[in-house]
């Protein structure tokens, strides 16, 4: 039972790349989260699902796009990297409610 | 608003001292809640979910006042294995609401 994994762990893109923050759990839990963590700050929630094909935006979507055509999987895109998107992302699932479960996250520079 | 506030210290403490930390949140539909632990540049890991009847796991008491909407977190006999950044959670509907979380460090 590995919980939730993400990759890459680390990643370097330059402005105006693309790339995709995958995010899988094997819990089969239902619902499932992306946030960012910037220095210092709290977590902020860019996207969540509450199930296979449902998504939604959170407090922060601008330049992110995400599906979830499984119940495991729930990648994160990001199109146009911009230096404002330097971050540590987490993903985390949850059976509704309970308590949230973290993957081990991605730390993105884009320079 | 926030939804979750709370003091992000930093708390600087003794070993064996107790240690409290406050959180408030907003919204009164928000139905359950969390304190997590982060140690530098890892995930948040779950420390103890939070009850209305108050609830205790060791060392670690927690609390939950719904009429004044706030948390506690109460660690007593700190060991330098504590120092970490606690956030205080609420969740809502779908989503959690994660506050900016407390640092700690025990000293020896």
């Known amino acids: 039972n590995a919980g939730v994994t993400q990759t890459p762990k680390f990643r370097i893109l330059k402005i105006g790349q693309s790339m995709t923050l995958q995010c899988t759990q094997d819990m089969n839990h239902n619902y499932m989260y992306w946030y960012r963590q910037d220095p210092g700050m709290g977590l902020k929630l860019i996207y969540y699902s509450v199930g296979a094909g449902i998504t939604d935006k959170g407090e922060v979507p601008n330049g992110y796009n995400v599906s979830r055509s499984t119940t495991e999987d729930f990648p994160l895109r990001l199109e146009l990297a911009a230096p404002s998107q330097t971050s540590v992302y987490f993903c985390?699932?949850?059976?509704?409610?309970?308590?949230?479960?973290f993957g081990p996250g991605t730390r993105l520079t884009v320079t | 608003r926030k939804e979750v506030e709370q003091d992000p210290g930093p708390f600087n403490v003794p070993e064996g001292a107790t240690v409290a930390f406050n959180c408030t949140y907003s919204n009164s539909a928000s139905q359950s809640f969390f304190w997590y632990r982060q140690d530098c540049r890892k995930e948040p890991k779950l420390l103890m979910s939070?009850?209305?009847s108050g609830n205790e796991d060791g060392r670690f008491t927690a609390q939950l006042n719904r009429a004044s909407q706030y948390i506690s977190l109460l660690i007593r006999d700190s060991k330098l294995s504590d120092s970490a950044t606690y956030l205080c959670v609420a969740n809502t509907g779908n989503q959690f609401y994660f506050g900016t979380g407390t640092s700690l460090t025990v000293i020896p």
């Open positions: 985390a699932s949850t059976a509704s409610g309970y308590e949230q479960y």
């Open positions: 939070v009850y209305s």
